[in-house]
């Protein structure tokens, strides 16, 4: 599968963003799907996660609350809606996808597909 994000810019404090992350492939509807983000020196961490039927979600601590990750699976198409941006959550998002896996898995390893990154600055 391939998958492609969209919807970075730049935002300021306490503005709001939607991400897109498009995919190619007939069993997107099958994949556990992810948004991560690596911010300049630092490792690439985990933002949310979605199941393939979008019955169960996982947040980070930093973004719970203020990020919501959805997914249609008619247009094979996972959504991440972020508010209250603070400037810490300027990075690089990336979408992912794990197949064969029930639920929800912060696993990175498990994450076999990923865009290629959209760019998110938040400015104070």
């Known amino acids: 599968v391939q998958l492609q994000a969209s919807g970075g810019g730049l935002v300021q404090a306490g503005g709001s963003l939607r991400l897109s992350c498009s995919a190619s492939?007939?069993?997107?509807?099958?994949?556990?799907m992810g948004w991560f983000r690596q911010a300049p020196g630092k490792e690439r961490e985990v933002v949310a996660v979605?199941?393939?039927?979008?019955?169960?979600?996982y947040y980070s601590d930093s973004v719970k609350g203020r990020f919501r990750i959805s997914r249609d699976n008619a247009k094979n198409t996972v959504y991440l809606q972020m508010n209250s941006l603070k400037p810490e959550d300027t990075a690089v998002y990336y979408c992912?996808?794990?197949?064969?896996?029930?639920?929800?898995?912060?696993?990175?390893?498990?994450?076999?597909?990923w865009g290629q990154g959209t760019l998110v600055t938040v400015s104070s």
């Open positions: 992912a996808a794990a197949p064969l896996v029930a639920g929800v898995t912060v696993d990175q390893s498990m994450y076999l597909f």
């Open positions: 492939g007939r069993t997107f509807s099958s994949y556990v």
């Open positions: 979605i199941s393939w039927r979008g019955t169960s979600t």
